[in-house]
């Protein structure tokens, strides 16, 4: 793989000369994006006869036996490198842009003699080695992106799929949806041929993971576009993204990140070998550095499949799930690609080698060594996730989760000729063969000269900061909810991804996250956005006795947020320290059943020194609080999929003198506020205590005023739990124990629980559950409350309040629905402010003759009433809340549409 590196970034253009074919060079600004697009469209017809060959999914495929697929038959394919565009101003070179496009295509997954495989597939101009030409092509794993820090990129994404997806797409999930289709009931269509509608027009957003860019330029999941310039999702900014490269020497790496279809995308071949970045400050990525390089350096992408006997993608195709059509947890492969390959060879020389590790697998852990007859092989780990490591880890095995790196050093110039080693995998769960899943691949060691490695000095290295934390702790929880049906949703803090955002970093801040994993057997890869964290030390406890408190507290499901549970009293055993590929910077972490993982996430770069940055001072190279935001998820991707996903806005500290519009949220005093209408914001009128802002969360669970409550909302005040009746802004003499009209008291057993919860139920278990919590044995309850609290929820439990797309906007919404093609009209709204909420689907939306100074917003965001149509913001509990002001023209009204 080519390493070259601009050594200055202010490059004369007469030295572009010999670049010419790989890179072509753009003087002043001139628009590149149609000559790529041009170059591009010349050379796709072999993509397109391939896409055009393809044949639909069929319920007659027979699954293919993995025992008969021939191991080490091919050789590991090297990834393609794009070519980059060079723009240059004034002889300078400004930025390198590559064009990615992303069609339906086949490829040779398994060996030589099975049949070819339909994947979707990221594409461009690649180089040719040793030439200065280039070629059109389309690779899974997608291919390389080089880049040099302090060298921007632009990279112009395209969406070229015009087929149905060949995977099958669940439209019961909250998901892209571009074709705005109402979920479907069951009994299910069988896949094939599920919902056409829910195949077209295939969405795609491609994160570039572990990047710091601004967020409209992220590829978060409601980003999404379609091959139709028209039909995009609710954040969606732009197609072509400015990435400033301007971070530590690391691979990162692209893959799709749709709303909902996460692990279709990937599944299909939506991941990108590596978005490297080469730092010519370091000494680690100079041409003078001591580590492997060219052809010595290669990317090892591990991914695992199932293939039917037409060498098809063998995917799940219905659920376990009562209530989803097709969404899996998991995809039981039973296959593991390298380089997207089966079970490749490698053949390599006398010498030593750099691999750059990623696991891309859907869900897969993968534990690699290096096998030499029955004898581990030791290696090197130099970096991780977010570039070097402190010091070189010398190990003889890795545990990377679906997207963590490992950049490792294997010697081999200590084996014979002819030696064969084996890559293995022991991260095997209960019923995998070893021979299968635990082969990974071989490497065959050539007849030539043994080449000794240089000295590795420590003194390479950079050092880490030292990370102290400045703002309230954060504790995320991860577990299953159960309904009564026995469907099962994945949440973190038991809120899905519609509901209200509850977690907004303050730039510059140092927090102290607490992931805690209450689910047995499943492991989460937690992901934060922009940055990268320290891995402090993991901690088993106890998850019966922790989820017991949390359900009591918690119940169900919460309406807006959670109380959260501190595990500390729960304990169990010493804490141990990170792994040693976890000593340097990470995006991802591994969070494994029964465990609390402690970080420390500072939201600023990760080159500023130990107490080097406030909480409020933006040290970035651009603006993190602007633009749509960005995300944290578990990155088991059918997990993220349904709906372990959660929204991350980085905000600011409130400042005296500031503008701030309507929805802006901001710290003070480490507390976040919600401006309630647009002002400038005065020394003597703080947030606290002000009615120009509304307090966002309680950090801690415990009742506050100025908070903003849904009927449902849990709080805690003088340790009594307590459940809000109505939607209402917490005034400061309105406490729990004196506003009985307000707040009910909860039951802190639970025994009391049931027995209060599933009072009047005539269901069975539900009413079972009721005999249970009178009885008051707390064993008993404590064993079966999980369930039912389930039971009794589903079936309208008082005091439950499901959250609803008004949870806390209005009290009594006027409720709607718009069947699929038609519309809802409103009717004459009157005078007073109004309120209506729907879960239906809807594309859009227009006012009609509000009159002047009458302001409509739908899901508290103002939209346009000027005659055009609106665009509409994320959903917010599954739905819409569209409001609108008072005012003494009655006579307006809107529409919304299907």
Same mark, same amino acid.
């Given at each position: 793989?080519?390493?070259?590196?601009?050594?200055?970034?202010?490059?004369?253009? !007469?030295?572009?000369?010999?670049?010419? &074919?790989?890179?072509?060079? =753009?003087? #002043? +600004?001139?628009?590149?994006?149609?000559?790529?697009?041009?170059?591009?469209?010349?050379?796709?017809?072999?993509?397109?006869?391939?896409?055009?060959?393809?044949?639909?999914?069929?319920?007659?495929?027979?699954?293919?036996?993995?025992?008969?697929?021939?191991?080490?038959?091919?050789?590991?394919?090297?990834?393609?490198?794009?070519?980059?565009?060079?723009?240059?101003?004034?002889?300078?070179?400004?930025?390198?842009?590559?064009?990615?496009?992303?069609?339906?295509?086949?490829?040779?997954?398994? %060996?030589?003699?099975?049949?070819?495989?339909? !994947?979707?597939?990221?594409?461009?101009?690649?180089?040719?080695?040793?030439?200065?030409? $280039?070629?059109?092509?389309?690779?899974?794993?997608?291919? !390389?992106?080089?880049?040099?820090?302090?060298?921007?990129?632009?990279?112009?994404?395209?969406?070229?799929?015009?087929?149905?997806?060949?995977?099958? /797409?669940?439209?019961?999930?909250?998901?892209?949806? %571009?074709?705005? /289709?109402?979920?479907?009931?069951?009994?299910?269509?069988?896949? %094939?041929?599920?919902?056409?509608?829910?195949?077209?027009?295939?969405?795609?957003?491609?994160?570039?993971?572990?990047?710091?860019?601004?967020?409209?330029?992220?590829?978060?999941?409601? *980003?999404?576009?379609?091959?139709?310039? =028209?039909?995009?999702?609710?954040?969606?900014?732009?197609?072509?993204?400015?990435?400033?490269?301007?971070?530590?020497g690391t691979q990162l790496f692209y893959h799709d990140h749709t709303m909902g279809m996460t692990r279709i995308g990937l599944y299909s071949g939506l991941l990108g070998t590596g978005y490297f970045i080469r730092d010519p400050n370091s000494p680690l990525d100079k041409s003078t550095s001591p580590l492997p390089k060219d052809a010595f350096e290669i990317p090892l992408v591990f991914q695992d499949r199932a293939f039917f006997t037409d060498g098809e993608l063998n995917f799940p195709r219905e659920s376990d799930n009562p209530s989803n059509a097709y969404w899996s947890a998991g995809e039981d492969s039973d296959t593991v690609l390298v380089n997207g390959k089966v079970w490749p060879n490698l053949n390599v020389q006398r010498r030593q080698y750099r691999f750059r590790m990623l696991a891309g697998a859907n869900a897969r852990t993968f534990t690699l060594s290096f096998d030499n007859n029955g004898a581990r092989v030791p290696f090197t780990i130099i970096g991780s996730d977010g570039g070097y490591l402190p010091k070189p880890q010398t190990v003889d095995e890795v545990t990377i989760g679906i997207t963590e790196r490992a950049d490792v050093l294997v010697d081999f110039s200590k084996f014979a000729p002819g030696t064969r080693i084996i890559m293995r995998n022991s991260n095997l769960r209960e019923g995998e063969d070893p021979n299968n899943l635990g082969v990974v691949m071989r490497f065959t060691v050539a007849n030539s000269p043994a080449v000794t490695p240089p000295p590795l000095s420590a003194s390479l290295f950079p050092p880490r900061a030292t990370l102290t934390a400045d703002a309230p702790r954060r504790i995320k929880t991860f577990h299953n909810i159960f309904s009564q049906d026995g469907s099962q949703i994945r949440l973190a803090d038991g809120i899905d991804f519609t509901q209200p955002t509850t977690d907004f970093p303050v730039v510059g801040s140092t927090e102290e996250w607490s992931l805690v994993n209450i689910v047995g057997g499943a492991d989460h890869q937690v992901h934060l956005h922009l940055i990268e964290f320290q891995v402090v030390s993991r901690q088993d406890f106890d998850s019966d006795a922790y989820l017991r408190r949390w359900l009591l507290l918690n119940g169900h499901r919460p309406v807006t947020r959670p109380i959260p549970v501190d595990p500390a009293p729960f304990l169990v055993g010493p804490a141990r320290p990170p792994l040693p590929y976890e000593t340097g910077w990470k995006d991802t972490v591994r969070v494994q059943p029964g465990t609390v993982v402690k970080i420390l996430a500072r939201w600023a770069p990760q080159e500023t020194p130990s107490g080097g940055v406030r909480p409020g001072e933006n040290q970035f190279p651009l603006d993190p609080t602007s633009g749509p935001g960005y995300l944290w998820h578990c990155h088991v991707v059918a997990h993220e999929d349904h709906d372990m996903m959660r929204k991350l806005p980085l905000i600011n500290l409130w400042r005296s003198g500031a503008s701030y519009s309507r929805g802006t949220v901001?710290?003070?005093?480490?507390?976040?506020?919600?401006?309630?209408?647009?002002?400038?914001?005065?020394?003597?009128?703080?947030?606290?205590?002000?009615?120009?802002?509304?307090?966002?969360?309680?950090?801690?669970?415990?009742?506050?005023? @100025?908070?903003?409550?849904?009927?449902?909302?849990?709080?805690? #005040?003088?340790? @009594?739990?307590?459940?809000?009746?109505?939607?209402?802004?917490?005034?400061?003499?309105?406490?729990?124990?004196?506003?009985?009209?307000?707040? *009910?008291?909860?039951?802190?057993?639970?025994?009391?629980?049931?027995?209060?919860?599933?009072?009047?139920?005539?269901?069975?278990?539900?009413?079972?559950?009721? #005999?249970?919590?009178?009885?008051?044995?707390?064993?008993?309850?404590?064993?079966?409350?999980?369930?039912?609290?389930?039971?009794?929820?589903?079936?309208?439990?008082?005091?439950?309040?499901?959250?609803? %797309?008004?949870? &806390?906007?209005?009290?009594?919404?006027?409720?709607?629905?718009?069947? #699929?093609?038609?519309?809802?009209?409103?009717?004459?709204? &009157?005078?007073? +402010?109004?309120?209506? +909420?729907?879960?239906?689907?809807?594309?859009?939306? $227009?006012?009609?003759?509000? &009159?002047?100074?009458?302001?409509?917003? !739908?899901?508290?965001?103002?939209?346009?009433?000027?005659?055009?149509?609106?665009?509409?913001?994320? @959903?917010?509990?599954?739905?819409?809340?569209?409001?609108?002001?008072?005012?003494?023209?009655?006579?307006?009204?809107?529409?919304?549409?299907?």
């Open positions: 793989m080519s390493t070259r590196q601009l050594a200055h970034l202010s490059v004369p253009i !007469v030295i572009l000369g010999v670049w010419t &074919g790989c890179g072509q060079a =753009l003087d #002043d +600004e001139e628009p590149s994006g149609s000559i790529q697009q041009k170059a591009e469209a010349e050379k796709t017809e072999r993509a397109e006869k391939a896409e055009a060959e393809s044949g639909p999914p069929s319920a007659a495929q027979t699954p293919l036996d993995p025992n008969t697929i021939p191991k080490f038959a091919h050789e590991l394919p090297i990834p393609g490198e794009l070519a980059p565009t060079f723009v240059t101003s004034g002889g300078r070179i400004i930025r390198q842009e590559f064009t990615v496009s992303v069609a339906q295509t086949s490829v040779q997954m398994l %060996p030589p003699g099975f049949p070819d495989t339909t !994947v979707m597939a990221y594409g461009g101009n690649l180089k040719i080695p040793g030439s200065a030409a $280039t070629e059109f092509g389309r690779t899974v794993p997608g291919p !390389v992106m080089e880049n040099t820090r302090g060298l921007p990129t632009r990279v112009f994404w395209r969406n070229q799929i015009t087929t149905n997806h060949f995977l099958p /797409i669940d439209p019961t999930l909250h998901w892209a949806n %571009p074709n705005f /289709i109402n979920p479907p009931e069951p009994p299910f269509n069988p896949f %094939p041929p599920g919902y056409s509608k829910a195949l077209s027009n295939v969405p795609l957003v491609t994160h570039n993971h572990g990047l710091v860019v601004l967020s409209g330029f992220d590829g978060v999941a409601e *980003e999404w576009f379609t091959n139709s310039p =028209l039909v995009t999702g609710p954040s969606f900014v732009s197609r072509d993204y400015d990435k400033p490269n301007e971070q530590p901001i710290s003070y005093q480490n507390v976040n506020y919600r401006a309630l209408a647009d002002h400038v914001s005065q020394s003597t009128q703080p947030p606290r205590g002000s009615a120009s802002w509304e307090r966002v969360n309680n950090n801690d669970g415990t009742w506050q005023p @100025q908070i903003t409550y849904a009927a449902g909302d849990r709080v805690l #005040d003088k340790g @009594q739990l307590y459940v809000a009746s109505q939607t209402h802004q917490a005034q400061l003499d309105q406490t729990p124990s004196l506003e009985s009209s307000l707040w *009910e008291p909860l039951p802190m057993t639970t025994c009391g629980q049931l027995a209060r919860l599933c009072q009047g139920e005539t269901d069975p278990g539900a009413s079972a559950c009721h #005999d249970l919590g009178k009885a008051g044995d707390e064993n008993a309850c404590g064993g079966q409350f999980e369930d039912c609290l389930a039971a009794c929820h589903d079936n309208g439990g008082s005091p439950h309040e499901a959250a609803s %797309p008004c949870s &806390g906007l209005c009290t009594t919404p006027r409720r709607f629905d718009v069947p #699929d093609n038609a519309s809802f009209n409103s009717g004459t709204l &009157g005078t007073r +402010e109004t309120c209506h +909420e729907t879960t239906s689907q809807i594309a859009t939306g $227009t006012c009609n003759g509000l &009159g002047q100074g009458r302001r409509l917003t !739908v899901n508290g965001v103002a939209v346009s009433c000027n005659g055009n149509n609106w665009r509409l913001p994320t @959903q917010r509990n599954h739905g819409y809340c569209i409001q609108t002001t008072a005012h003494n023209n009655g006579a307006g009204s809107f529409n919304a549409r299907h």
